[in-house]
């Protein structure tokens, strides 16, 4: 049984960073698609970036392009999401998701539809 947590989120000013944390049990990195999405109030779930270990794959949604990173501690199967220059529009519940598979084209990792294990989200709040 896949189980992800998410922690780290809470309140912050535009500009200010924040990490947030997804601590896996069951997978590894090595063998999971780990993707982070978001969900402003009254929105869609959007995707905000995907990792992969093999085949090597990385990508970030447009929106946090340049301001996101991610970086894995495989010790502590834990991903994490780097937060820098948070914008009012970063405002959401951010939630991890995994996934054995891996995706017929980069396409597939965008979609929640994609994934089938999620954690139960951590919300990131910006003031402006």
């Known amino acids: 049984q896949v189980q992800l947590v998410e922690s780290g989120g809470g309140l912050v000013q535009a500009g200010d960073s924040l990490r947030l944390s997804c601590s896996a049990s069951?997978?590894?990195?090595?063998?999971?698609?780990m993707g982070w999405f978001r969900q402003a109030p009254g929105k869609e779930r959007e995707f905000v970036a995907v990792?992969?270990?093999?085949?090597?794959?990385?990508y970030f949604g447009d929106s946090v392009k340049g301001r996101f990173s991610m970086s894995v501690d495989r010790a502590k199967n834990t991903l994490y999401l780097q937060m820098n220059n948070l914008k009012p529009e970063d405002t959401a519940v951010y939630y991890c998701?995994?996934?054995?598979?891996?995706?017929?084209?980069?396409?597939?990792?965008?979609?929640?539809?994609?994934?089938?294990?999620w954690g139960q989200g951590t919300t990131v709040t910006v003031s402006s």
């Open positions: 069951g997978p590894t990195f090595s063998t999971y698609t």
């Open positions: 998701a995994a996934d054995p598979r891996v995706g017929s084209d980069s396409s597939s990792y965008f979609q929640e539809s994609f994934y089938d294990y």
């Open positions: 990792i992969r270990w093999s085949p090597g794959i990385i």
